[in-house]
């Protein structure tokens, strides 16, 4: 399998995982943010989508300190490289909403 095979075959596979990891974490009130809201509100005692951000930024770092503390045959660096990469993109989509929420304050 090629680099590009690779790399499309992983995002067909993080799809998957994101559905189902989303239908544990979203809460039982439909909130997409749940988690990221929670841990925001308990850290900064607010919930934006700049804090929520930050809290997901916690969350990679955790990922980060156990791939740094481990060799690339880490017995679970691939969970925690797959994390990181959904983390990422759900950031995408807080900056996206944090973006569309500026336009409609100004």
Same mark, same amino acid.
């Given at each position: 399998?090629?680099?590009? *095979? ?14 189902? &990891? =989303?239908?544990? /974490?979203?809460? @039982? ?16 005692? *607010? ?14 770092? &955790? =990922?980060?300190? /156990?791939?740094? @503390? ?25 900056r996206k909403?944090?973006?569309q929420?500026?336009?409609?304050e100004?």
């Amino acid at each position: 399998m090629g680099f590009k *095979d690779f790399v499309l075959g992983k995002f067909d596979k993080l799809k998957t995982k994101f559905k189902l &990891k =989303h239908e544990q /974490y979203k809460g @039982s009130n439909d909130d997409a943010l749940a988690n990221f809201r929670i841990g925001a509100q308990l850290k900064y005692g *607010d919930a934006s989508y700049e804090n929520m951000y930050e809290t997901a930024k916690d969350y990679v770092r &955790k =990922h980060i300190a /156990y791939i740094e @503390s481990h060799n690339i045959m880490g017995k679970t660096v691939q969970d925690s490289l797959t994390d990181i990469a959904t983390y990422a993109v759900i950031m995408l989509y807080m900056r996206k909403c944090a973006e569309q929420q500026a336009q409609q304050e100004k």
